[in-house]
């Protein structure tokens, strides 16, 4: 709490009582904490790309490395720009969701279209690791929401999906209609979630295993625009895991 005291006087100027306001900055002091942890997080992500960039650009400068080791240098340079460029998106996405959040159009879009358009975009990840996704749209079915942005949260999900299986894994694409939402299931039959990661999951740069996620190329961001994107849209994001069996995760939108 912070307090505040005015004294409250009399003509004569003598003091007659006091008042005391008690303002509740729990939430003021929450979203402070959030910022700086954020930007601290958003440092450190970039940091450790840059710094592995600065260290071998500098051997690459000073000539102490030739041939094929310099050619595999480039390669680590070049593999840590790519990374870079992926944070720099996702974080730009992020903050457009958060800033342009009144100007998103809503209009009524297919669900089939939003199906496939993110499988297209998914194929080649999945087919690299000999994967199968099916897909199941019983009819006609629409909802509500930006479409854009429907793919994006889809894309997300599928790709996770891909990560975090082993090779040749099947994954399965749901929707179902049940009380006035669409829901989009993309389920997995990868490595699995414990129980006490599942809440922590949907925050920004939050990572299981920060190591295989850094290695195949994740931001650690993927989820948190999952679950902006539902929020934008009066949805909801949630998953069921479990360890080694595989993960479903639900994406629900209003018709
Ligand atoms: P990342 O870029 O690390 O994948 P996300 O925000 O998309 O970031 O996901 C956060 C974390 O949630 C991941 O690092 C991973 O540990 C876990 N995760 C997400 N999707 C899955 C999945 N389908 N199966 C297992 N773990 C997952």
Redesign the pocket.
């Known amino acids: 709490f912070q307090v505040c005291m005015a004294p409250v006087a009399e003509k004569k100027g003598k003091i007659i009582s006091l008042v005391l306001t008690f303002t509740d900055i729990t939430k003021t002091r929450r979203l402070e904490l959030v910022r700086k942890d954020f930007v601290a997080n958003v440092s450190h992500e970039l940091k450790t790309p840059l710094t592995s960039i600065g260290g071998f650009a500098e051997i690459l400068v000073n000539k102490q490395a030739e041939g094929k080791q310099a050619q595999q240098f480039l390669e680590i340079i070049f593999d840590n720009v790519k990374q870079m460029q992926l944070i720099v998106e996702d974080l730009l996405l992020l903050a457009s969701l958060e800033n342009d959040e009144k100007q998103i159009t809503m209009q009524s879009c297919s669900v089939e279209h939003i199906i496939e358009e993110s499988l297209r975009r998914c194929t080649y990840k999945a087919s690299m690791k000999k994967m199968v996704i099916e897909s199941k749209v019983q009819r006609k079915l629409y909802c509500m929401g930006n479409e854009g942005l429907l793919i994006q949260a889809m894309v997300?999900l599928i790709l996770?999906?891909i990560?975090?299986s082993e090779e040749g894994k099947t994954i399965s694409i749901v929707v179902e209609e049940v009380e006035n939402q669409i829901l989009f299931k993309v389920q997995?039959q990868?490595?699995?979630?414990a129980e006490e990661n599942l809440e922590r999951?949907f925050e920004r740069f939050?990572?299981?295993?920060k190591a295989r996620?850094r290695k195949e190329g994740?931001?650690?961001?993927?989820?948190?625009i999952v679950k902006h994107i539902a929020n934008i849209h009066n949805g909801n994001i949630s998953v069921e895991?479990h360890i080694g069996e595989g993960?479903t995760?639900t994406l629900s939108i209003p018709q």
């Open positions: 997300n996770n999906a990560l975090y997995d990868g490595c699995g979630i999951i939050y990572r299981v295993d996620s994740g931001t650690g961001l993927g989820l948190s895991s993960s995760f």
